[in-house]
């Protein structure tokens, strides 16, 4: 049986070999013998890319239906739109006054540093009298932005006065303080832009950096070995950095803890990598410098050197709104680019003139400045031997920052000892100073503190009530804690 | 934005307040418009620019005593922002005011109109968020929705099926990539879209939000004060209750005259944003005497100060847009808007039309606001009228006739005009 099989299949092969060897039998190509089994290995070679080149399987794609659609929509649960506070949120003592360096809180009077009255004009007589003029001409508000009649005579010479003021071209004047430095910001800095910025800047500043889609790094806070690392590095290790535009973002006097930006050095980093310098003068307008020009003019560096100032009027200027001042060209530019500008109705008029006259007031008044100097040199002296807490601010800020010598580890726990004080100090002893708070959205992780704003209008007898009982009372807080 | 050759028709000084009839400042330039400069003549003009709806702009008898007073008493700023030193027991009742007359729980205001849409929506949204915005919201709001880090989409504007289609999409889809749920979805839409002078379509937008559990959010800039019976806005005038909407804001710079804005919600909510917000936290707050200026004139409006005189500017300002527009309208003009809006755009479709229909109204004494992109497609520019309470009859008669007779120079009138005849006081009265 097994006999046969084999002789059949030896028999087969020998047909279909010879059946292929046939016409081809005596065929040679290039001195090779074209055998039969040549017809074998291209017919397989054939097989084998017919089947490579199949697509592999795929699951055909099923859109939803309407009824799954349906039932993802019904299943879904939708967070709260606001998280549960575990706490009761912080209300702050009601005014029942003007915020002048002696308010009324609760029917008492009290001493007032929480407010940045750095000139102590709230209240002058003048200021008063210009606004009151200012209403009964134009009412309150403006109707209306600044491209479609919000534009009113009095912005168009506050922007005259304060550019003469500073010795710049040109300024602009926003209507809200806050949005000046994050409308500017995204005007001029674009996605791919590189901006160095100081970890402390406040929050409008951060909103800016972020709006502006820029590549942003952050140095040490006030730290100038930091910052000129941080730019080495950029410059070093990125070959395309001759074609961005790159910003150096610092505050004058940073609201978050009070130091002073040493604007000579910043400014000889500027020159040796070739960046652009945006400066906040909020809190040095009106206190720095022998006439009360800012940083510019106490570090002794010309305000040409700096491409964009910009100051919030809600400080020493008794006023609301900001400005923001440079070349001509920055500010044409932010006219019809920044859109807290374009957007947005222009500041009331009673308040540009409130700001053009507390610019009169200053430049007749320069004893405002050299008091305010010698306040907050008489506080700080006071303040620096309180135990327990340590003055981190600059000797010449005009806010007085003073933070735990010994931090609890927590910033909620900080804040709540921090609160104790101020709280008590105000009880106890009339005096109102203020914590700082800060907002969820805040990048910002210098330590919180108590802040004291001081005034050209405190007397020495308010500073020294106000050191007393900070001294008085953080010893019982601050004693009974540890 | 706009060449040099028409920068001369925007940002026009003005040295009156601007009511009614102001003065607008003469500019002239000596390189082609590249500088303008401002001489000491000036003109005086009918406004139809300014938002002045209910006529608060000038010094008001009822309003401009007591904010006088106010002055004295507080000072133009606080100088200290709302949680230090800046929060006057005028602001507590400001926001007690403002929270009974949009009718929620609670409000909470801000210096500025700006500020609020852009520092309270990256309170609310996060990441794993969703905002869906209306194709025609305004800047400050996309500025906002951009600073949340949340993922933005758009819906036509105004056409509620479509944000049915998309929000369906949305939640079946979830987040891009990863496919998660979504966290929270905000739908945000404007009460009058100032470049168009549409109402919203609110009734059936908020409708489809609850059908998908999202929340709404509803900026009422122009139309609060301006719009509803009692001047309450779109949910008065639509009637929608206002318990169905979850965040109302709007601003005081146009109906009341004043600056500033607020957001009206339930309790929790205000009580979140006063913990968080950064403009709470850190802006300074809001002038006095501007906050008192917004009670004294929510007070008139509601009646409190003993006049009508409240509902005498809701009526007027209601009476004149629904007037002014047939008005145009029967001229021939392409007039946009709904009835009842006091905005209107009038079509003027080429940009090349914009210096001209500007310059044309300012050389008869009627000040016009003429818009071009970026505000407005390239190809869609329009001039943009705004009504007020404080317009007399015979200002909007002389506003007919001058832009009648400016749109037929310029070529504006894209319909049939009815028959011209119109009555007044029982005389038969023609534009030509």
Redesign the interface.
């Known amino acids: 049986m097994a006999e046969a099989v084999m002789n059949f299949l030896n028999n087969t092969l020998g047909w279909v070999t010879g059946a292929l060897d046939m016409p081809s039998a005596r065929a040679q190509v290039f001195g090779f013998q074209i055998g039969g089994h040549l017809f074998i290995e291209v017919f397989l070679l054939v097989v084998i890319l017919f089947l490579l080149s199949q697509k592999s399987y795929k699951p055909p794609k099923r859109p939803?239906t309407n009824k799954?659609?349906d039932e993802?929509?019904d299943e879904?649960?939708?967070?709260?739109?606001?998280?549960?506070?575990n706490e009761e949120?912080?209300e702050?003592?009601?005014?029942?006054?003007?915020?002048?360096p002696h308010?009324v809180i609760d029917g008492k009077e009290v001493v007032?540093f929480?407010?940045?009255?750095y000139l102590g004009l709230?209240?002058h007589k003048k200021?008063?009298d210009s606004?009151?003029a200012a209403?009964?001409?134009?009412?309150?508000?403006?109707?209306?932005p600044?491209?479609?009649?919000?534009?009113?005579?009095v912005?168009?010479d506050f922007e005259a006065r304060i550019a003469k003021f500073l010795g710049t071209p040109d300024s602009i004047l926003y209507?809200?303080?806050?949005?000046t430095m994050?409308s500017a910001i995204p005007a001029f800095s674009k996605k791919g832009d590189i901006i160095v910025a100081d970890e402390g800047v406040?929050?409008?500043i951060q909103?800016g950096l972020?709006?502006s889609r820029s590549t942003v790094v952050y140095f040490k806070h006030n730290d100038m070995k930091s910052l000129r690392e941080t730019l080495e590095n950029i410059t070093s290790k990125n070959k395309r950095v001759d074609k961005l535009r790159r910003y150096i973002v610092v505050e004058a006097v940073y609201?978050n803890s009070g130091q002073i930006a040493p604007l000579d050095e910043i400014i000889k980093l500027k020159e040796k990598y070739k960046f652009r310098v945006l400066l906040d003068e909020s809190n040095s307008f009106g206190v720095l410098g022998k006439s009360g020009r800012g940083l510019t003019e106490y570090s002794g560096v010309p305000i040409e050197e700096l491409d964009i100032v910009t100051a919030?009027m809600?400080?020493a200027l008794?006023?609301?709104g900001g400005f923001c001042t440079g070349s001509t060209r920055v500010i044409d530019h932010q006219?019809?680019?920044s859109?807290?500008y374009?957007?947005?109705?222009s500041?009331?008029p009673?308040?540009a003139s409130?700001a053009m006259t507390a610019i009169d007031i200053l430049e007749e008044n320069p004893e405002l400045l050299s008091k305010l100097k010698n306040n907050i040199s008489v506080l700080w002296k006071e303040l620096s031997k309180i135990p327990g807490l340590k003055i981190s601010s600059n000797k010449e800020s005009p806010i007085v920052y003073l933070r735990l010598e010994k931090s609890t580890g927590s910033q909620k726990d900080d804040l709540r000892l921090l609160q104790k004080i101020a709280q008590r100090v105000l009880e106890e002893d009339s005096v109102?100073v203020?914590v700082s708070?800060?907002?969820?959205?805040?990048k910002c992780r210098l330590p919180v503190g108590i802040?004291l704003?001081v005034s050209a209008g405190h007397s020495e007898s308010d500073l020294r009530r106000a050191s007393g009982s900070l001294k008085k009372v953080s010893a019982q807080v601050l004693g009974s804690h540890n | 934005m706009c060449p040099y050759t028409f920068k001369d028709c925007f940002g026009r000084p003005i040295s009156s307040a601007p009511d009614a009839w102001f003065d607008v400042v003469e500019r002239y330039s000596n390189d082609n418009n590249k500088t303008l400069k401002r001489s000491t003549k000036v003109s005086r003009c009918l406004n139809l620019g300014s938002y002045n709806y209910l006529g608060f702009a000038a010094a008001d008898e009822y309003c401009t005593p007591r904010v006088i007073e106010t002055l004295k008493k507080y000072s133009p700023s606080t100088c200290s922002t709302r949680v230090d030193g800046g929060t006057t027991a005028l602001h507590n009742e400001l926001e007690k005011f403002v929270a009974s007359f949009v009718r929620k729980p609670a409000a909470i205001v801000f210096g500025m109109g700006y500020v609020t849409n852009s520092a309270i929506l990256p309170v609310l949204m996060g990441k794993g968020c969703l905002i869906i915005s209306d194709s025609l919201n305004h800047n400050s709001i996309v500025n906002g929705a951009r600073g949340s880090g949340a993922v933005i989409r758009v819906f036509q504007h105004n056409i509620p099926s479509h944000l049915e289609e998309v929000l369906r999409e949305q939640i079946a889809d979830g987040q891009p990539r990863t496919h998660r749920p979504w966290k929270k979805i905000i739908v945000i839409v404007e009460g009058i879209y100032s470049m168009e002078g549409e109402l919203c379509k609110l009734p059936e937008i908020i409708a489809v939000c609850k059908k998908y559990k999202a929340y709404t959010y509803l900026d009422e800039a122009h139309s609060i004060g301006a719009v509803g019976k009692t001047g309450r806005g779109v949910c008065e005038l639509l009637g929608v209750d206002t318990a169905d909407v979850d965040i109302m804001m709007g601003t005081f710079t146009k109906s009341f005259g004043s600056c500033g804005g607020y957001i009206a919600g339930s309790e929790e909510v205000i009580k979140y944003l006063k913990y968080t917000c950064p403009a709470h936290l850190y802006g300074t707050s809001i002038s006095p005497p501007a906050a008192q200026q917004i009670i004294s004139s929510i007070r008139v409006i509601l009646g409190e100060d003993g006049s009508n005189r409240g509902a005498q500017k809701l009526a007027k300002i209601r009476e004149n847009s629904n007037f002014f527009r047939s008005e145009l309208q029967k001229m021939g003009f392409e007039v946009l808007g709904d009835n009842d809006s006091p905005v209107m755009p009038i079509m003027l479709y080429n940009p090349a039309k914009i210096p001209a229909f500007s310059r044309e109204c300012l050389k008869h004494n009627v000040a016009v606001v003429t818009v071009a992109f970026p505000a407005t497609p390239l190809l869609l520019a329009r001039a943009r009228i705004c009504i007020s309470a404080s317009h007399s009859r015979e200002d909007l008669m002389k506003a007919l006739q001058v832009i009648s007779k400016v749109g037929d120079l310029v070529g504006i009138k894209y319909f049939p005009a009815e028959p011209l005849k119109q009555y007044q006081d029982g005389k038969a009265v023609k534009y030509d």
């Open positions: 939803l799954e659609i993802l929509c879904w649960v939708p967070e709260p739109l606001i998280p549960s506070l949120p912080y702050p003592p009601v005014l029942e006054s003007a915020a002048g308010t007032n929480s407010s940045a009255n709230i209240g200021l008063l606004c009151s209403l009964d001409k134009y009412g309150v508000g403006s109707c209306g600044r491209g479609f009649y919000g534009t009113i005579d912005h168009l209507p809200f303080g806050f949005s994050f406040h929050w409008a909103n972020y709006l609201q919030d809600g400080h008794a006023a609301e006219r019809l680019s859109s807290g374009v957007f947005s109705a500041l009331p009673y308040l409130a109102f203020v708070h800060r907002s969820t959205l805040d802040r704003f």
